[in-house]
Structures are given as structure tokens and as C-alpha cells.
């Protein structure tokens, strides 16, 4: 009764302090929001309307039919019709002109005898992303023309992979965002507000009147931690809330499950905050250490940016001590694949693992810095 | 004779090879004002810590409200108030949020919280004000209110480490002013300062230099014995 009564007296001051600075509620609520609305629409690896310049030496049925299905496919938006053989270089330089398309002359005629595509596709390649997947969509778009005009194409040549892609059909952007976006601002509203508060108590002189008080070290440390855990369970409600009803991300697993690996992620990211507040004595060395060895590595190095797969071995490596690499794999199966425990029992145990060990040694270090 | 409020006996603290505190032995009598004096880095904090149970000591022993420091620091820090150089209020929170987190902190029912947190605005002459920022208040007023807080449990010893760093003249006399209604009200007073002129207002005072006490009586024997015509001068003597 008396130490709830103290755990309850603890977490009223600390939402207190929470709700009496403003910088710190804008953190809370605006950035997460601010960051899901950002990454759902205006950073978007998605093709839409990319400009295209078509150079139709042939002017016959094929060439028209194939630039017909190029712009009518939404992808692709014509810039113009050239007349001469470009200049390339000096075409993309202007930087109006994502994709050249050049038909060579008897296209059609060519390609119905079998001689082989006399078709030429350039693609500005300054954003090597988006000139993979222009180039990508327009073949795609090509290759089906002449399947159909050609069945005996697919058998006499190599045969065409027809591609399907799984859980998200459409290839949405949005989808690999959302739960990347939760775990940096998981991250960010756990470890970082957690170690700036401790830290802040430390400068002020306050944590010291707490230590003389009969409270101990790690009841403190609990109440502090408490109102942040709701916090976060809030912002990853609101994040799974907005990309299901604003971007249409499904939920196709159990909510329930999803909230109990959220919980396993925060209380990771929670032992960092308090490891690092432990570690520090001033607000600002927390928030720096917070940001360049928590949120940076979140960002670059969990794959929800860059894809695992492709980084040099070192970094591969490096990439196992991240925790929200592990939380992105379980996110992604839960909400895009609907799968249950037995697909990613192994991320989780490595979670919980992390969880234990962050929050063992950072317990421990309160303790013996008293003594 | 009541027993004494502190009793400390060759009590020391080492960090490696260096000794802060070197074999100190004291007591306190209960309702005492007992000045705690000493240069910087003299031991002075280090002793406190050990006092209050945030600190264990290499060797020796003592009691504290009638609480062992070595085997029992917790029931130390439930018997006794602490208020610190440093300001010990939290300032985005009000006067009465600040009071009843100090209550709660002490394990305290809420109704007594409200009677005491009640008497206390009173004593304090913060009538009106109980919803005002801490941050918001004068200088002199925090360090009351500091000072009540610190006593809402009604502790048996209160400990003030350095309570008048960087206040002004006038708000210091205010604040042994309360230092003295809590000695009467039975409170005893560990206090440390640097200002000599406050030493005199003690009943008894204690003067540490390198981790050791180089002199401990009450003011007016310390200056006739170490002839000196005012605390200041037997310091320097001491310190010398």
C-alpha cells in the first residue's frame, strides 16, 4: 500500500513534467504523426507519372501501341515527342526527362519477323532507385506487348518470369515505412526521453533528494520509466491506426500479439534509456549519445531504409546488435504475412534476450553507483 | 540524559588509496543546531553521505535516529529530512504538487499529506500561492518551502548541506530564522555552510580538515581557546 502509493505519487509528477513542456509533447505526438504522414506521402518510392520522352522512328502499329500502354498504365507521363535522335546527356541534364524511349525504324516489321527488338530505352540514372525501377516498369510493359503479339517468343527464347508480388501487391512504400517508422519513434520516445529525464533530475540536483529518501533506486527508476511505456504504447497504437486507415495498411496478424512485441521492443529500448542515463550527467550528452548510437543506427542499419542483404559482411554483422532490426522482421510478418509466433519465435527470443540483459546491466549500474 | 540523536564512532571512508574520511568519531545530542564546517574537499559531503545512508563506509559505525548506517540505510533515510545546496524542488511543478510528491515519497496517507501541506502554506506565508510554479517564486521563498518540505515527515535529524549558497543576506537570516523554530520544535539540525558568521548562530559546531575533525565545541569556547574574536579567525587558525 505505501509503496504504490509512492510508485502512484512518482508517475503523477512524471506526466506532470511530460505535459508542462511543450518541447517534449511536441516530441511525443507531433513527430510521430509528422513522420508517418511524410513517409506515407511525400517520400515515396512508388512510380507515379514519371515524365517520358519517345523518339518513334517507325511510326507503325507497334510503336503506337506499345507508347499507348506505357502512358496509359499511370505510370508514366509524356514530356514530349522528339524528332531527331536526341541528345541524351543534354536531354536528362535538363532534368525534365526521367526515361527516353527510342523505337528504331521498321520496329514492328522487325519484331514480327522475329528479328529481335529494335527498341532502345534510356533512363537517368542520377537517382539510381528510380532509374531501376523505370526501367524495370517499361520492360515489364514492353515484354507483355510481345508475349501477346508473339506467344512463340516465350518458348523459343528464355522463358518470362511472370512476377507477382506477394503481401503487397501494389508495391506501396507505405507498407515498408510504417513499421520502420514505429520502431524509430519507439526508439526515440522510450530511450532517448527516458535518459534525457533521468539525466535532467541529475543536473537539477533532484535525483539526489530522491536518493535520501527512502524510495529505492530501482522503484525510482520504474515509476520514471512507467509513463513512457504508456506513452509509447499510445504512439504505436496511433502509427498502426493511421497506416490502417489513412494508407490502408492491413493488420493481417493477431493486434494482440503485435501489442506484446511492441511491449518487448520498448522495454529494449527503455533499458538503453536507462543504461545511457547512467552513464551521463547532462541532457545534452544524453540526447547526443541517444541520437548518434540509438536513432542513427535504427535508421541505417535495421533495414528499414537500406536492405540488409545488400550491406558489405561487416555491417551484416554489425546489424545483429540492432534491435529494431529484430522488431522489423516480427512487425512485417505480423501485419503484411499474418503469421503467428512460430515464424519469428527466433527474432523474439533475441528481443527478449536483448530486453533482459539491457535491463539486468542497467539496474546493476544504478546500484553500484551508489554504494 | 536522553540518548544522543547521532552517534558516530571511527567512522571512514576511502576511494582507492585516498582517504576522505579519516577515523571521525562524534556525537549529536537531539534538538541540537550541530554546524558541520570545513573547507572544500575536507570530507565534509562524503561524511554527510555516510550520515544519511547514501554512502557505505569503509569501517567504523554509527547510528543515526536510532538507525544503524551499515545495516540499515534505508530506516536511516525514512527517519531523517535532507535539503541540499542545490535546489531540491522540482520547479515546473506547484508549490502543492511539489508538497504532496514529497508526502507520497514518504509513504504518508493522503489525508495527513493535506493537513500538513495545510500548516505548512501557513507557517510559510505562501497562502495563495499554492498553485504558483515553484520556478515561478522568489529566491527565498523556494528555499523555505524547500526546507518545510524537507520536514514533512517529521523527521528526527534534518540534514542541510550548505542550505545558503548564493542567497542573499537578508533571505538568510530568514532561513536560520526557520533553522531555529525547527531546534525548538525538536527537530535536530545537521547543518554544513562556508560562512563562518553563520557558524556562530550553532550550538555546537565541527570543524573537518583533511578528513579529519580538528576541533568540535560550541563557538564561544572554540574562540576563547583558539583566541580568536570571531569564527572566522579560528578557522584560518585551524585550517593553517
Given amino acids: 500500500m505505501k509503496s504504490a502509493n509512492r510508485f502512484f505519487s512518482f508517475v503523477k509528477k512524471e506526466l506532470l513534467h511530460i505535459l508542462r513542456d511543450k518541447r517534449t509533447l511536441l516530441i511525443l505526438f507531433g513527430i510521430p504523426i509528422a513522420q508517418v504522414v511524410l513517409f506515407g506521402f511525400a517520400i515515396t518510392n512508388d512510380l507515379n507519372n514519371a515524365p517520358i520522352s519517345i523518339l518513334d522512328r517507325a511510326h507503325d502499329q507497334g510503336s503506337r501501341e506499345i507508347t499507348e500502354r506505357l502512358l496509359s498504365s499511370g505510370y508514366f507521363t509524356l514530356l514530349d515527342n522528339l524528332d531527331h535522335p536526341p541528345d541524351i546527356e543534354a536531354a536528362f541534364r535538363k532534368g525534365k526527362a526521367k526515361l527516353i524511349i527510342e523505337y528504331g525504324p521498321d520496329f514492328y516489321q522487325q519484331l514480327m519477323k522475329g528479328r529481335g527488338l529494335n527498341l532502345f530505352l534510356a533512363a537517368d540514372a542520377s537517382d539510381p532507385n528510380m532509374a531501376n525501377l523505370l526501367v524495370n516498369y517499361a520492360s515489364a510493359i514492353i515484354n507483355k506487348y510481345i508475349l501477346e503479339k508473339l506467344p512463340a517468343m516465350a518458348n523459343q527464347r528464355r522463358i518470362q518470369p511472370e512476377v507477382k508480388m506477394y503481401f503487397n501487391p501494389s508495391m506501396k512504400s507505405v507498407f515498408m515505412f510504417v513499421p520502420g517508422v514505429m520502431s524509430v519513434i519507439l526508439m526515440l520516445v522510450s530511450a532517448m526521453m527516458t535518459s534525457i529525464s533521468i539525466a535532467r533530475e541529475k543536473e537539477q540536483g533532484t535525483m539526489e533528494v530522491l536518493m535520501v529518501s527512502p524510495v529505492k533506486p530501482v522503484q525510482i527508476i520504474l515509476a520514471k520509466v512507467f509513463p513512457y511505456l504508456l506513452l509509447s504504447l499510445v504512439n504505436a497504437a496511433s502509427i498502426v491506426a493511421l497506416a490502417y486507415f489513412v494508407f490502408g495498411m492491413p ?121 | 540524559m536522553p540518548e544522543p540523536i547521532i552517534i558516530i564512532k571511527e567512522l571512514t571512508r576511502k576511494f582507492g588509496d585516498f582517504t576522505a574520511v579519516n577515523h571521525i568519531s562524534f556525537e549529536v545530542e537531539a534538538g541540537e543546531i550541530f554546524g558541520f564546517l570545513g573547507a572544500n574537499g575536507a570530507g565534509k559531503t562524503t561524511a554527510i553521505r555516510m550520515l544519511c545512508g547514501l554512502l557505505k563506509p569503509s569501517s567504523g559505525s554509527g547510528m543515526v535516529a536510532g538507525a544503524d548506517i551499515l545495516k540499515n540505510p534505508n530506516l536511516v533515510k525514512s527517519r531523517i529530512g535532507y535539503m541540499s545546496q542545490r535546489f531540491s ?115 555546537r559546531v565541527c570543524i573537518m580538515t583533511e578528513g579529519m575533525i580538528r576541533a568540535l565545541d560550541k563557538p564561544d569556547i572554540l574562540k576563547k581557546k583558539y583566541d580568536a574574536g570571531n569564527m572566522d579567525e579560528v578557522f584560518l587558525k585551524l585550517a593553517r
Avoid at chain 2, 514529497?102 to 505548512?120: D, E, H, M, N, S
Fill in chain 1, 251 to 371: 493488420v493481417q496478424g493477431s493486434l494482440f500479439l503485435l501489442g506484446l512485441e511492441v511491449m518487448l521492443f520498448i522495454l529494449t529500448s527503455l533499458g538503453l534509456g536507462i543504461l545511457i542515463s547512467t552513464l551521463v550527467s547532462t541532457q545534452q550528452t544524453a540526447m547526443m549519445i541517444s541520437l548518434i548510437a540509438l536513432m542513427l543506427p535504427t535508421i541505417i542499419l535495421s533495414g528499414f531504409i537500406f536492405p540488409i542483404e545488400n550491406m558489405p559482411r561487416l555491417l551484416q554483422i554489425l546489424t545483429y546488435i540492432i534491435p529494431a532490426r529484430w522488431f522489423l522482421v516480427i512487425i512485417k510478418d505480423i501485419m503484411l504475412k499474418g503469421v503467428g509466433i512460430a515464424f519469428f519465435w527466433k527474432e523474439t527470443l533475441i528481443l527478449a534476450a536483448m530486453c533482459l540483459l539491457l535491463l539486468g546491466i542497467s539496474i546493476k549500474k544504478l546500484k553500484v553507483r551508489l554504494e
Fill in chain 2, 89 to 203: 524542488l522540482y520547479e515546473d511543478l506547484s508549490v502543492m504538487e511539489n508538497i504532496r510528491l514529497y508526502g507520497g515519497i514518504y509513504g504518508l496517507k493522503k489525508a495527513l499529506v493535506k493537513k500538513r501541506a495545510a500548516q505548512l502554506i501557513e507557517k510559510t506565508g505562501l497562502n495563495g500561492l499554492e498553485k504558483r510554479l515553484v520556478g515561478d517564486l522568489p529566491l527565498g521563498w523556494r528555499q523555505k518551502l524547500a526546507l518545510s518540505t524537507a520536514l514533512i515527515h517529521r523527521p528526527q535529524v534534518v540534514f542541510l548541506d550548505e542550505p545558503t549558497g548564493g542567497v542573499d543576506p537578508i533571505t538568510r537570516k530568514q532561513f536560520w530564522e526557520m533553522i531555529y523554530e525547527t531546534a525548538a520544535g525538536g527537530t535536530t539540525v545537521f547543518v554544513t555552510t562556508h560562512y563562518m558568521d553563520e557558524a556562530e548562530y550553532c550550538d
